[in-house]
């Protein structure tokens, strides 16, 4: 049979059935992207959504230390009874995570530019500098500023000959002459000791603008500020959101630089779960603090991704 006449047999005997190692290898293509997630989803499952189902489930119960404590019935109250007994930590933990979070942009958004535009072979060592507090105990560098923000130091013995302990009284931020134990040295210790999670997205967001682009704005006579307005600032943006973002979550919640640098009357609401779980075991109420502290730091980081625009970030 000549190769002309095999052609109509062959079209009239439809397509060929793949072989089953061919079938077998495309199913496992299939499921190898599942497969691959697997890990992760038994990581988050078991020490994440497992551990939020049982926080939940505390935060419902009733009881007391000695009794035990049951969710039969399930008292939802519990959320409303924190609230309206700790309302005034909740409100003073945002100020302040607010507060250190506004600071800890400004320090690092110029250290940021300058290492990322200015730097030059300096780049790197100014870099480690950024992470080295990492290097030391967070617990080492709060109890250091105990020291410095004490009341025969030098920062307050020119803070006080400059005046400027009396302007921060006026605000309630200090206690007349004296800033430990005041809600300035709080602030104080949560900003210096996240703001390496500041630097670092402001650091990454930078140094991936293209140089060419701000030369093309003076290039189109446009003023250093205005330069800087209109290209690096909107460039950099998710650098700043994702910064704002890893420097208030962990600072709402933090409670070791309250404990240290603040006092009893300003306790955050971390102070208070802190208190409720190991000293007073009172886990509902404990439970009932830690998942509302959640759930709001959730709402307000929805709130404020939408707000600046940069919703691929979550």
């Known amino acids: 049979m000549s190769a002309a006449a095999a052609i109509p047999d062959a079209l009239e005997a439809g397509p060929h059935e793949p072989p089953p190692a061919a079938a ?9 992207p599942y497969l691959l997630l697997l890990p992760g989803l038994l990581w988050l499952g078991v020490f994440f959504l497992a551990p939020m189902v049982s926080l939940f489930s505390t935060s419902l119960q009733t009881g007391s230390p ?18 309206g007994q700790y309302g005034e930590q909740f409100l003073r933990s945002f100020v302040y995570a607010g507060i250190a ?37 967070f617990l080492i560098r709060t109890l250091a500023w105990k020291t410095i923000l004490s009341d025969n130091g030098f920062v307050v013995g020119l803070m006080n000959t400059l005046h400027i302990t009396d ?11 004296r800033v430990l134990a005041t809600p300035l040295a709080v602030v104080t210790g949560l900003t210096y000791n996240f703001l390496p999670f500041m630097t670092l997205p402001l650091f990454a967001s930078l140094e991936r603008i293209d140089p060419r682009l701000i030369e093309a704005a003076h290039d189109l006579f446009a003023s250093p500020f205005t330069a800087f307005r209109k290209v690096t600032w909107p460039l950099s943006l998710p650098g700043v959101v994702a910064g704002t973002l890893l420097t208030f979550i962990p600072a709402a919640g933090d409670y070791i630089n ?3 640098l603040g006092r009893v009357g300003d306790a955050m609401v971390g102070n208070v779960i802190d208190s409720k779980f190991l000293r007073v075991l009172d886990y509902p109420a404990a439970a009932a603090l ?25």
């Open 24 to 32: 077998g290898g495309s199913l496992g293509r299939r499921w190898t």
């Open 66 to 83: 000695e009794q035990g404590y049951s969710l039969n019935p399930p008292r939802f109250a519990n959320y409303t009874d924190v609230w």
């Open 101 to 137: 979070t506004v600071a800890a942009l400004a320090i690092s958004y110029p250290l940021a530019y300058t290492i990322a535009f200015k730097a030059g072979r300096w780049r790197n060592i100014l870099l480690v500098l950024v992470i080295a507090p990492f290097f030391t105990s």
């Open 167 to 177: 302007v921060l009284a006026f605000v309630g931020l200090t206690d007349g002459e």
């Open 258 to 260: 309250q404990s240290l």
């Open 290 to 314: 830690s998942f509302t502290l959640m759930v709001s730091i959730v709402v307000l980081v929805a709130l404020y991704v939408r707000r600046a625009g940069t919703e691929e970030l979550v």
